[in-house]
């Protein structure tokens, strides 16, 4: 009894500075500019635009999330085997990039990616022929990636460091060899590690902007291009929520198509 | 023989795996420190070796307020959001199902959202509530997407602790306080730490919540950024980033190698 | 392992705030605070010479609170809602039309501002379309919107002179457009002969087709960084804002480059952009938002800023007082002639507005 008094702070914050905004959204979303009913909003997703823009996201997003995870996936292996993971070092090792600006560090990539950048001034200094890199679909999915990436090691490593040692040892004193470990058991015992890095870095790179307008050049229209210049540029708060309610039920939808997997409830995040 | 050498090149692999990972993720942070330095306001030209970006960030009276705003707002907020987001997870974590799956389905909402309609939703609800807005708000807004955070660091280790020890201890006559600080804090303390860490990160990064809930007068170093693109960014901004990362940095390697014998255990 | 972390986070933080904070904290409130109350500025960021700011607080007493925003439509929501409120703002044109017809702002009592008669009435005049009676505004900065060309990368048979030569397949993946609606528009329909401020349907659809057949050539669609874009070599010409020029030509000097960048306004004519002092309608010390405004009209004062921002002042004494060579540069201070087609940008209403912006979508989504 008494311990559910302890959630009586958080549920009222919820309520006051989460429910509520998200209520004036469903409103906004529901309402058009005179006020009226309408559920013009929520059905403009179709309109030939949003729903590229969309589908663009999602597959970008897609990508990116499917990047992410092949990359940590090996990477909190090795760290877990070299104990590089004594207290809390390498956490502060993914993180500790986040404390530079998020505009200045993708500012940053775009130093690195022009036309005359620093990659490029590399490959011609090696008489290697030039890249066009930046303003295109792989510039932005390289953002995405660099951005989360973190997110996604995170939970992996910290599910990673608690199987037993011994479970993997018998296995291997049982004749499997590395892929079938690897299947056999790293997997299954990491799925709540993997879920939480798949949410943590698909849902930021679904409603990103930013990366898109500085590492893409703007020609790629994404949901969240969309969504950001309704509320600012075309000061369309009404279009803006609805696109945002029709987000959100994407989220949810993969969300709980992805907990399905997750037999524990809720996957460990870090 | 064979099995040392190819344990060798697996390792020299491996090696390679984390330096390459390392260099994409410091990439643009050696770019930033080198611009730092940089004689010239462009992003892309090298304009020669000059110290006047670091001079001119001390003497700026609106660089060192928008620090010291946002230090303390992330302090605050993490350690807010660290409180209240760890009592909740100790009473979600008691809860039935239902319930629990209602509050954690709330918990993730303002990590779901797009950050413009966080910050737009949140600042129509602070007027909504009469809250005026000002450098309390920007506190209020980033506890609440701090939160999620911490909850989400903190139930997994809370799912790990064995329930029996706390019973026990209730047996021999603890009070629940004093077993709770003694048998489970203990326990999910590195949860709470990664949560505040987390908490800590988001606030200093976020910038578009900020935009929409601060007040008037008050800057924080990401909406100073943000308002200095349309003339181009002060390399100042990026002299400021590199002392804050090296001072990061420095204080990573005292504590972590310092000299006194630390407990082993993993 | 616990108490190495905890040992390890709390120094971190403690210790990030303390070195990085023990800096801060000296800085803030300059100035002397005097008994004549406060004034809430909202401007562009980097829009003011800050030396400015402390003289201002000195002369007269009023302490500045002193605010900064990114783009104008950044700015509407936070004075629409009213959640904190400024006594001086500083817009542009077309947004100054919609807060007017919005009733966001009051009009300035003219006798606390004598110094607007060091505006040249030539700008007071432009700054009718956007404020019929003069009665909400006073200009501070104006510019116009041209094309930025590298004279290494464009031969000079090739020097663009017209919008349409944007369309030229010599220009493939070396054109840097503007990221927003009503500059793209203003291109294409200017270069189609019609008005920018047009709310023709045909005349949008038309403009819209040729915007997508631009799309393939354009390198990128941006705001702000055409000008470091252009300075890097990145693209042979760019969409730009004149204010620019200065910075370009200076930086250009400045980095030995082998190369020059050139401003051409071109012959259909183009955006000419004025952005103005207002006070907002809910403003709690309008007379001392009135005594900034006449601050800033003052001659040297404006010159002061002009030289910080280097965005041309539409204020006469201070334009009397530039070098000679300044006041010659083209770039910046163009003839009154080449402005002959030239047009201020309008506020054409929410229902316009979301046609352009359909408009827009359908170009960025192709």
Redesign the interface.
């Known amino acids: 009894m008494?311990?559910?008094?302890?959630?009586g702070?958080?549920?009222v914050?919820?309520v006051?500075?989460?429910?509520?905004?998200?209520l004036?959204?469903v409103y906004y979303g529901l309402t058009d500019?005179t006020g009226a009913f309408t559920l013009a909003n929520i059905i403009s997703i179709t309109t030939?635009?949003?729903a590229?823009?969309l589908w663009l996201s999602l597959g970008l997003s897609f990508v990116s999330t499917l990047i992410c995870l092949v990359?940590a996936y090996?990477?909190a292996m090795?760290?877990r085997?070299?104990?590089i993971?004594?207290?809390?070092?390498v956490?502060?090792?993914?993180?500790?990039?986040?404390?530079?600006?998020?505009?200045?560090?993708?500012?940053?990539?775009?130093?690195?990616l022009?036309?005359?950048?620093?990659i490029n001034g590399i490959l011609s200094s090696l008489h290697l022929p030039t890249q066009?890199l930046?303003?295109t679909p792989g510039a932005i999915v390289l953002g995405m990636v660099?951005n989360f990436?973190p997110f996604m090691v995170?939970p992996i490593y910290?599910v990673l460091?608690?199987i037993d040692d011994n479970t993997i040892n018998a296995a291997q004193d049982l004749g499997a060899n590395f892929w079938q470990t690897l299947v056999l058991i790293w997997f299954p015992l990491s799925v709540?590690g993997i879920i939480?890095g798949i949410t943590?870095v698909f849902?930021p790179a679904l409603?990103t902007?930013v990366i898109s307008?500085l590492l893409g050049?703007?020609?790629i229209?994404l949901i969240?291009?969309?969504?950001?210049?309704?509320?600012?540029?075309?000061?369309?708060?009404h279009l803006?929520?609805g696109l945002?309610l029709v987000?959100?039920v994407f989220?949810?939808a993969s969300?709980a198509l992805i907990a399905k997997y997750d037999k524990?409830?809720?996957?460990?995040?870090? | 023989m064979m099995k040392r050498t190819k344990d060798n090149l697996k390792r020299i692999a491996q090696d390679f795996y984390l330096v390459m990972i390392m260099v994409f993720l410091y990439a643009p942070i050696a770019t930033l420190m080198v611009l730092s330095f940089s004689n010239s306001k462009s992003r892309t030209q090298w304009g020669g070796f000059t110290l006047r970006w670091y001079g001119e960030m001390f003497e700026s009276a609106t660089i060192m307020n928008a620090l010291q705003n946002t230090l303390v707002i992330a302090f605050a907020s993490a350690l807010f959001a660290t409180i209240i987001g760890t009592a909740a997870a100790i009473a979600i974590s008691a809860m039935k199902p239902l319930p629990k799956t209602v509050i954690m389905g709330i918990t993730n909402i303002p990590m779901l959202n797009a950050d413009i309609v966080t910050g737009i939703s949140l600042m129509l609800a602070f007027i909504a509530f009469g809250i005026s807005l000002g450098f309390q708000t920007i506190l209020i807004a980033h506890i609440t997407f701090n939160i999620p955070y911490v909850i989400l660091s903190v139930m997994p280790k809370l799912k790990q602790t064995n329930k029996s020890v706390y019973e026990a201890a209730l047996d021999l006559g603890a009070s629940p306080i004093y077993a709770f600080f003694k048998v489970v804090f203990p326990d999910i303390l590195p949860g709470v730490l990664s949560g505040f860490l987390l908490a800590f990160t988001m606030s200093l990064d976020d910038f578009i919540i900020t935009h929409f809930t601060k007040g008037a007068g008050i800057n924080t170093l990401s909406t100073l950024i943000y308002s200095e693109v349309r003339r181009g960014i002060k390399p100042s901004m990026y002299a400021l980033s590199t002392i804050i990362f090296v001072t990061v940095l420095v204080l990573l390697i005292i504590t972590n190698f310092a000299p006194h014998k630390r407990q082993e255990g993993r | 392992m616990k108490k190495n972390s905890f040992g390890m986070i709390l120094a971190l933080a403690l210790g990030s705030c303390a070195v990085l904070g023990g800096c801060g904290g000296k800085g803030g409130n300059s100035g002397s605070q005097g008994d004549a109350g406060e004034v809430y500025v909202y401007n562009w960021g980097e829009y003011i010479d800050e030396e400015v700011i402390s003289m201002f607080e000195e002369e007269t007493g009023i302490k500045v609170i002193y605010d900064m925003f990114e783009t104008n439509e950044d700015m509407y929501p936070v004075i629409e809602a009213g959640g904190r409120t400024y006594d001086v703002v500083c817009p542009s044109d077309y947004m100054i039309q919609k807060m007017v017809e919005n009733n966001m702002l009051a009009e300035i009592n003219f006798e606390n501002v004598p110094n607007v008669s060091q505006i040249d009435p030539l700008y007071m005049e432009r700054s009718k379309s956007f404020d019929p009676e003069n009665k909400y505004s006073v200009p501070y900065c104006w510019g116009t919107v041209g094309i930025l060309y590298n004279t290494s990368m464009v031969a000079p048979e090739d020097v663009p002179t017209r919008w349409s030569d944007l369309w030229d397949e010599k220009f493939n993946g070396e054109i840097l457009m503007q990221d927003s609606v009503r500059d793209a528009f203003m291109v294409a329909l200017k270069s189609l002969g019609h008005s920018m401020n047009s709310t023709d349907e045909a005349e949008l659809l038309e403009a819209k087709d040729l915007l997508i057949r631009q799309k393939p050539l354009v390198q990128a669609y941006v705001i702000d960084q055409v000008r470091d874009k252009m300075i890097g070599g990145e693209a042979a010409v760019g969409v730009i804002y004149s204010g620019e020029m200065l910075y370009i030509q200076e930086e250009v000097a400045a980095q030995g480059l082998a190369y020059d960048l050139e401003y051409v306004i071109p012959q259909e004519g183009t955006n000419v952009w004025i952005d103005s002092w207002v006070i907002p309608s809910n403003a709690k010390n309008k007379e001392n938002a009135e005594a900034w405004i006449n601050f800033l009209c003052r001659p040297e004062i404006a010159k002061m800023n002009f030289e910080y921002i280097t965005y041309a002042t539409p204020n006469k004494g201070a334009f009397d007082l530039l070098d000679e060579e300044l006041q010659n540069n083209k770039a910046l201070f163009p003839d009154i002639e080449s402005l002959d087609n030239c047009e201020v940008f309008q506020y054409l209403g929410d229902e316009v507005d979301s046609i352009y912006n359909d408009l827009w979508k359908e170009v960025k989504s192709n």
């Open positions: 008494s311990k559910k008094l302890l959630s702070p958080y549920l914050w919820m006051g500075f989460t429910v509520i905004p998200l004036l959204i500019r030939a635009e949003h590229k823009a990359l090996p990477l090795i760290l085997k070299r104990g993971g004594k207290g809390s070092f956490v502060f090792i993914f993180i500790l990039p986040m404390w530079m600006n998020f505009l200045l560090r993708t500012l940053a990539w775009q130093t690195l022009e036309r005359n950048g620093v066009s930046i303003n660099y990436l995170l910290n460091c608690k709540p939480s943590m849902v409603t902007f307008n050049g703007s020609k229209l969240g291009n969309v969504i950001e210049q309704e509320f600012t540029r075309g000061s369309n708060w803006g929520s945002s987000l959100m989220i949810l969300m524990n409830g809720e996957g460990s995040a870090f």
